[in-house]
């Protein structure tokens, strides 16, 4: 069984530079509404089964273009909506850089737990156990392979990514995940195989390190710092924005 990782397009609060969580009333923006068309014809061609979405609006907004190219409806599953930030929510990135928590958001992931919120071990849990469910539920009703497509958001994508490498959680801040971008995963019966990262088209020029920047320049006040990974996961290249 293979399923696509679907990260939300380019949401207002990517472009605000603020923490979404699970704020009600949080839409694409412009880029995110072209982001979602282009998913369509990018995967309208191919033999999605199912989607599968969290809750948020967000998402919803993604996956409508596809649902009506391949005439789907989606399933909603609230173990795949965005991490509950808690006291963060809503807040600006630059003002969570000052938190103690942040430190322990980059270093160490699995002892995070958000102020009137959860943990992202937590978070982890319930992604994997969604997406793992799903898969075998598929599994039983077709008898056969099949590729669907699950919508979620950052945090949550890299979370069920690490879980499918099988490293550690500590180690899932390495993962991106842009906004609009694929990860694929095919499950079997003794392991899992990450077919695809952070896929968001032909162009690859997201992966070229900036030659221009000093490999041990300091970030600039009120910045993350280039190894800092965003809650959320950020806009996309050359930003850092939650969502």
Not at 25 to 50: F, M, N, S, T, Y
Request: charged share 25%; proline share 5%.
């Amino acid at each position: 069984m293979t399923v696509i990782l679907l990260r939300h397009g380019r949401s207002t609060s990517n472009t605000a530079g603020t923490l979404a969580g699970r704020s009600p009333g949080i839409d694409l923006d412009d880029k995110g509404r072209e982001q979602a068309q282009r998913l369509a014809e990018r995967l309208g061609g191919l033999p999605v089964e199912e989607v599968v979405r969290s809750p948020l609006q967000r998402c919803a907004q993604t996956v409508e273009p596809l649902l009506e190219r391949r005439g789907l409806t989606a399933v909603v599953d609230d173990r795949l909506e965005e991490v509950d930030y808690g006291a963060w929510t809503g807040r600006s990135i630059k003002e969570l850089l000052a938190e103690p928590l942040w430190k322990v958001v980059q270093q160490h992931p699995s002892a995070a737990v958000f102020p009137g919120g959860e943990g992202l071990a937590q978070v982890q849990a319930r992604a994997v156990t969604a997406v793992r469910e799903h898969d075998r539920r598929l599994a039983a009703e077709y008898g056969r392979d099949v590729l669907w497509v699950a919508c979620s958001h950052g945090d949550v994508i890299k979370s069920i990514l690490a879980d499918a490498v099988g490293c550690h959680l500590d180690a899932f801040q390495r993962i991106v995940a842009d906004p609009a971008s694929i990860s694929v995963i095919r499950y079997t019966e003794t392991r899992a195989f990450v077919l695809r990262t952070n896929d968001t088209g032909a162009d690859l020029s997201g992966l070229v390190v900036a030659a221009e920047k000093a490999p041990h320049a300091e970030s600039a006040a009120g910045s993350p710092s280039d190894s800092d990974a965003v809650p959320g996961g950020g806009s996309g290249p050359a930003a850092h924005s939650g969502g």
